[in-house]
């Protein structure tokens, strides 16, 4: 953060000397601060008339910058997530951070890894820098002002079309965080959070590929199948939605003496749900799915889908109780990357 020196020229621009056309004339050393970063003039308006009102106007590029020469905003501006760009560091063959945009496709808990530092510190160059935000949430987790133990973190990101010109759509999302996970020495209970996010992609991975397994076997070619496939990723995620807020506020705030306990709870629920609805899919077939279908190669069939389905929740799935059959296909077939 910048000294209490510094802040005596972080300035808006209406308490700066007034500029023509010309760039600021201490531009390289800018921006100054939080709030000459969120004043920045990157357009120059100049209004033309007279007593009678505006009967013009003139607009005109302002001061400019790129953020990898100015890497010093990383740690200006409190909201933003950032990104290690390997590509940049190459260009400008130092470390780079980028501003990390939001997916407006998904929900917030889903891109958890941006907001939660993995690390106790930053260490590693090439890890994302912590935004200020979640690391001053972190010094108040034993205050007054977090009574409930929960930090409730809001997100809004802004999707850009047409050169970055126009607003395409806009993102917004709420997440209730355990404070105690923000807290430097407990790298484990956020290590456990993004995992379990990591095992519900890998089931809801599963569950599409068990939804285009299914429609092979009832006769949809491989494109065709791609469709049911879609769907049953977006319901799965719809369906893990509010059971995995629910485990990050409740079970995981507090599994703090032992993190693995609640990542077990974690791989129970996400097994349960995707499974039923894997029976589900099931439940609507005809009956010549369960005979099988085969446009070219292996035959894909409702017992040998399941099956491979069973196992693929296994592997996303470890700390659950397994049951039989999860690590090992049916006789005979050989699995068939969909």
Not at 62 to 87: C, H, N, T
Not at 114 to 137: G, I, K
Not at 196 to 220: H, M
Not at 299 to 304: I, K, L, N
Request: aromatic share 8%.
């Amino acid at each position: 953060l910048p000294s209490w020196d510094d802040r005596a020229i972080d300035l808006p621009p209406w308490e700066r000397p007034h500029l023509g056309l010309e760039h600021s004339p201490d531009l390289a050393s800018r921006p100054a601060g939080p709030v000459d970063l969120y004043t920045w003039q990157p357009r120059r308006v100049l209004l033309v008339g007279g007593r009678d009102g505006v009967t013009g106007v003139l607009v005109t590029y302002g001061d400019s910058f790129i953020i990898q020469e100015r890497q010093g905003v990383v740690r200006q501006e409190p909201m933003s997530l950032w990104r290690y760009s390997e590509p940049q560091s190459k260009k400008y063959k130092t470390p780079i951070q980028m501003p990390s945009s939001h997916r407006v496709d998904g929900a917030l808990w889903r891109g958890i890894a941006a907001v939660l530092p993995a690390r106790q510190r930053q260490r590693d160059e090439e890890e994302p820098a912590v935004t200020q935000l979640v690391e001053h949430a972190a010094r108040l987790s034993r205050s007054t002002l977090v009574a409930d133990g929960l930090i409730r973190y809001r997100a809004v990101g802004v999707a850009y079309g047409s050169n970055n010109s126009v607003i395409d759509e806009i993102m917004a999302d709420s997440l209730d965080l355990p404070a105690i996970a923000l807290e430097p020495d407990q790298t484990a209970l956020r290590q456990v959070a993004l995992d379990c996010v990591s095992a519900a992609k890998a089931g809801v991975a599963a569950l599409g590929k068990f939804a285009r397994s299914l429609a092979r076997a009832s006769g949809a070619g491989v494109d065709e199948s791609q469709g049911p496939g879609d769907r049953a990723y977006e319901t799965a995620f719809a369906a893990l939605d509010v059971p995995y807020r629910e485990w990050l506020r409740g079970t995981l705030a507090r599994a703090s003496d032992n993190p693995l306990r609640a990542e077990a709870e974690w791989h129970v629920v996400a097994r349960r749900i995707l499974d039923e609805l894997g029976l589900g899919l099931v439940s609507c077939l005809p009956d010549k799915a369960w005979i099988g279908f085969s446009s070219a190669g292996a035959r894909d069939d409702v017992g040998a889908a399941y099956k491979w389905f069973l196992r693929d929740l296994g592997k996303a799935f470890p700390r659950a109780r397994p049951r039989p059959g999860d690590d090992q296909g049916p006789a005979g077939e050989t699995e068939v990357d969909n």
